[in-house]
Structure formats: C-alpha cells, structure tokens
C-alpha cells in the first residue's frame, strides 16, 4: 500500500474517535517509517512492505482503543522539548506550560534561584525551568521511582540540569530556602466522570486522584511548603478549572499573601500562587 493510501484509510478509521485524526495517522506513520511527517506527503507514492504495514495497523488499532499518541509514540513534545514518556507519569500537557511561565517569572530577577517541582513525572516542568535558567539550582522529586528514573533518563537526553530524585512530597527533601515551589498534583476527585474519557483512561489514576473531592494533596503541599520556602517565596500549583476558589481559600487559611489565579491557554482556571510571608 502507498504512503497516501495508507493515511487515507487509517485517518477514515479514526476520525470517529480522535479530534485529530489525519495528525495521529501521520505520527503514527511517521513513527513507523522512522521519517518526519514532511516526508510522507513529499513521497506519498511510495509503498510500504509487509513489516511496516503490519506495524502500522498495530498502532492504528491500540490507537483507535484510545491509548493515547503520546504512550505510542514513546514521545511527547512540551516547552518546545520532546521528553520521553511512559504510562507511569502523567503526559505532559500544554496547559502545564503555564506554571513554568508563572515559576519563570517569579525567578527572573534572581541570579540563581532554587526551585522545587513536586511531582516531576516526566520532568517537564523542572527541566522546562532547567532549560530557560541555566544558574537556577532546580529539584524534581516523585512518589514513583519508574517517574524518577523516566525523569532523569529526559535530563540526560536534553543535557540539562536538575537534581531529581524519590519522595513522597516533601518527606525526603532535606534543602530549604526555596525560591518557588510549583507542582502539578494529583486534583481529582475520584467520582468525577472524566476519569472515564479520553486519554485520562490510560494515565496512572495516583497521579490524579486525590481525596477530599480532590484537595488533599493540594492541602498537604501548601500547609508543609511553608517550612520550605524563603521569606516572600511563591507556592503555585495546578488545579482544574472549576477549584480555583476553594484553592485560593486554601492558600489565605494558612497565611499565604498576594493570592491569584491565572488562566490557562484555553481561558479556563488553572493555576493558583500565593506568597509565603513567613
């Protein structure tokens, strides 16, 4: 079959289950063919043997069970970085970008601050901020010893540098005086119906659902960053689009200052900050 015969069908397969189907064909292909998408439409006539039509259809029907791009592909981009990913970690998304942005700027005047990530996953954040302040002394910690291996193997690949390692929030974190602590939690609660939907299907439930209608580790995280940030140091976390007020009464009820909500690229909630006074 040839390069264009084969995006047609599998994109007519997909197109009832994926928003973006013609793309998720093409990645998909691309990855098979071990090409970049340009090559498939500057040689559409070329033809594929049996290994790689058959690896193809693989992928097309894993694809059109709803395992997400991402965990087939082995890669997903964020920050303009391709991290690699698994399903033991969250996929990074580009919502995420917000809190590196908020990080980013709360650091911009400091020679060379220190900036824990709680919950690192696949490193995104922490590397993001790594890759934008090469003085900046950044940590990146996670429950999930598979997510810090994954972590520092994407450190590794993009030569950057940040201290990752194992703990369960702050239980092994034995540096204080941080700058900022950003984290993108576990924030939902465990009824909520989009747990069933989507590529949240296949991503690991302990990194998104959180007890108390999903705030407990919201409110474990900002209660104990208190003892690990500066004076006038910034706490700011994701959260989802409907919790930002029960997030910022979270962050006044334990002596945060200057506390706000920033939107995300879609114009829906999700980041609150606050600043630890001391």
Not at 86 to 112: F, N, W, Y
Request: glycine share 6%; aromatic share 8%; proline share 3%.
């Amino acid at each position: 079959m040839r390069i264009d015969q084969c995006l047609q069908e599998g994109a007519a397969k997909l197109v009832a289950l994926s928003d973006s189907a013609q793309l998720d064909a093409q990645l998909l292909l691309s990855h098979v063919l071990q090409v970049k998408t340009s090559y498939l439409y500057t040689w559409p006539e070329k033809t594929l043997d049996r290994e790689q039509r058959s690896a193809f259809n693989e992928l097309l029907a894993a694809r059109i069970s709803g395992e997400p791009i991402a965990y087939l592909l082995g890669v997903q981009e964020f920050w303009s970085l391709e991290f690699d990913v698994s399903p033991c970690t969250l996929i990074p998304r580009a919502d995420t970008e917000v809190l590196v942005e908020i990080a980013l700027e709360k650091v911009a005047s400091l020679a060379a601050p220190k900036v824990l990530d709680l919950g690192t996953g696949t490193g995104a954040v922490a590397l993001a901020i790594a890759s934008e302040r090469s003085t900046a002394l950044v940590h990146g910690v996670d429950l999930i010893e598979e997510a810090v291996l994954l972590a520092r193997k994407n450190a590794k690949k993009l030569n950057l540098n940040a201290l990752i390692y194992q703990s369960r929030w702050f239980t092994n974190v034995d540096q204080c005086g941080f700058d900022v602590i950003v984290s993108n939690p576990p924030y939902i609660d465990a009824l909520d119906h989009h747990l069933d939907e989507g590529d949240v299907r296949f991503e690991p439930k302990s990194a998104l659902v959180a007890d108390l209608a999903g705030y407990a580790d919201i409110q474990i995280i900002a209660q104990e960053a208190r003892n690990y940030l500066i004076k006038a140091g910034w706490l700011a976390f994701e959260h989802g689009f409907e919790q930002a007020e029960k997030s910022q009464q979270i962050l006044r009820s334990l002596g945060y200052s200057n506390v706000s909500t920033v939107k995300d690229y879609a114009g829906n909630d999700r980041v609150t900050l606050g600043q630890w006074s001391g």
